[in-house]
């Protein structure tokens, strides 16, 4: 296993050391692992996909407007 080291913000490492008991670098690891297979699921379906960069941009808009709907009760 290699080493990597982190920067994060003074308030955040002050947040993290206030549990001490969690281990925060498999926490990190498999955040790490997590974002990386949603990553390369999103890349294999775009790969796939035969939809236009245009039309995904439409569509996205529209699950959003579909959303903030339902947030909002209407």
């Not at 949603?38 to 959303?67: N, P, W, Y």
Request: charged share 40%.
């Amino acid at each position: 296993m290699t080493t990597m080291t982190l920067a994060v913000p003074a308030e955040l490492k002050l947040k993290l050391e206030e549990f001490p008991e969690i281990n925060w670098s498999e926490v990190a690891r498999q955040a790490f692992m997590q974002k990386i297979k949603d990553l390369e699921f999103l890349k294999q379906f775009k790969a796939e996909s035969k939809m236009t960069d245009e039309e995904a941009l439409k569509l996205g808009r529209e699950v959003r407007k579909g959303i903030a709907k339902r947030v909002r009760g209407e």
